[in-house]
């Protein structure tokens, strides 16, 4: 069964308006979680790291204010796109890692569309 | 910049034949890799992953072969098979990252016909 759940699996939204994307996971308490982010055709781009209880880590180019990342909870990390913009619209992919292997277990991936 | 790179977009191959998939990287701190099968509107599975202190490993039908010095790791499967087509990613990291930071290449899309 699945080990990494997102929620919603897709959106449409009108510009301007804010998403949040959810990501749990379900078989272990994850530490470490992970937002990547993956274009047509194109490969996955990690986005940020968010650590249980501590801010997340942006990778250079990622807007922090824009994409707001919070892991309040050892099974729960959101994304949040703040004021999306048709250019938003995209493939949103969540990993959590599983402290007792170190291995990566990724969610089955939210597509945003932005109208 | 391009750490990790597949330079196949696509591969078409024969049921019961082999399939290759290749991918090269160019950070020489990377020393642990991964190989992801992806469907579309899905996220990736784990497949197999392999060691720098290793050149093979083998899994199943699955064997990832490693080349440190040329920088270069590919996929076999064989026998393939109809379920296999997909997409696949190599990954890339290192302990500089705490073996966190997966950096993927573009992916190559594997066909197997019946």
């Known amino acids: 069964g699945a080990v990494v759940s997102q929620h919603p699996s897709w959106v449409i939204c009108k510009s301007g308006t804010s998403v949040k994307i959810e990501c749990r996971s379900l078989d272990f308490q994850a530490t470490t979680m992970f937002w990547y982010r993956q274009f047509p055709k194109q490969s996955l781009m990690l986005m940020a790291t968010?650590?249980?209880?501590?801010?997340?880590?942006?990778e250079q180019g990622v807007e922090k204010d824009k994409f707001l990342i919070n892991h309040a909870s050892l099974t729960l990390s959101t994304l949040t796109v703040t004021s999306a913009h048709p250019e938003d619209s995209s493939f949103y992919i969540c990993s959590a890692q599983n402290p007792s292997t170190d291995t990566q277990y990724f969610g089955p991936g939210t597509r945003l569309t932005v109208l | 910049d391009q750490q990790v790179k597949q330079n196949s977009p696509s591969l078409s191959v024969q049921e019961g034949r082999i399939s290759i998939l290749n991918c090269d990287y160019t950070?020489?701190?990377?020393?642990?890799f991964l190989w992801y099968k992806k469907y579309p509107a899905e996220g990736p599975t784990f497949l197999i992953s392999i060691s720098s202190i290793k050149d093979k490993n083998e899994d199943g039908r699955f064997t990832v072969f490693l080349n440190k010095s040329a920088k270069h790791l590919s996929l076999h499967i064989v026998p393939s098979q109809p379920g296999d087509s997909a997409v696949y990613f190599c990954a890339a990291t290192g302990s500089d990252t705490g073996f966190q930071k997966l950096v993927f290449g573009t992916g190559t899309r594997l066909l197997v016909s019946p």
């Open positions: 968010s650590n249980e209880g501590s801010k997340a880590t942006y």
């Open positions: 950070n020489s701190m990377f020393d642990y």
